[in-house]
């Protein structure tokens, strides 16, 4: 448990299973509302980190402290889609959440997903239904329906062109003021817009 309200990172290495070192010595304080981007080529251990950092890879020392009872959330770059309604789709895995149907509409709208708004109480195999882009949309909807203490992003705007992923790093930015976010992106990627 980390002492305080941040994720500190302290002494850490991660190795892979062959003991091959891929990062090494990190020390980092990340504090509430800090957006974070780590950049590196494929293969530097941007996801061997974030997964470390989830309690999901073993290989390495040090410490990673989390604060305790934290709402930790991860949008991959596929998302997963539980069978069911659009709605359903949207709170989970938090499927206890009864949120108004206004609060989904309106994140929909923000999302860029104003079209499936109609379609909230309709049952589908959203997975096959959605493009990548959509269902990364669906993803980001998610987060912001119940902002999460820290976010973990793995690439997760990789099928939506510049300006979109533009617009969903700026909303989230301005709605999601007090989580942390671990955004993991290859060298060219896009961090968060500056605060304003």
């Given amino acids: 448990d980390s002492p305080d309200d941040c994720v500190q990172l302290c002494a850490l290495h991660i ?14 304080v990340i504090r ?14 941007k996801s061997t980190l ?21 709402l930790v959330s991860f949008i991959p770059q596929k998302p ?19 949120l ?6 309106n994140v929909l709208v923000r999302c860029g997903l104003s079209h499936l708004a109609p379609r909230l109480d309709e049952t589908d195999n959203w997975s096959g239904v959605l493009s990548g ?13 119940n902002p999460p203490d820290i976010l973990i992003l793995d690439e997760p705007t990789s099928a939506l062109d510049e300006l979109s992923q533009f617009k969903l790093m700026e909303y989230m930015r301005d709605e999601m003021t007090k989580t942390m976010v671990i955004h993991v992106g290859h060298p060219d990627s896009h961090p968060v817009p500056p605060p304003r």
Wanted: proline share 8%; charged share 20%; aromatic share 6%.
């Fill in 100 to 105: 108004p149907r206004e609060a989904m509409v």
């Fill in 32 to 45: 509430p509302g800090e957006k974070v981007l780590v950049r590196g080529e494929s293969g530097s251990g």
């Fill in 50 to 70: 974030i997964r470390a950092i989830a309690g999901l890879w073993p290989w390495g020392g040090g410490e990673i402290l989390i604060p305790p009872k934290a």
């Fill in 80 to 98: 997963y889609f539980p069978l069911g309604t659009l709605r359903d789709a949207l709170v989970y895995p938090h499927t206890e959440l009864n």
């Fill in 133 to 145: 882009g959509e269902q990364q949309r669906v993803a980001f909807a998610r987060a912001m329906l």
């Fill in 15 to 28: 190795s892979q299973h062959d003991g091959k070192v891929m990062i090494a010595d990190a020390d980092v």
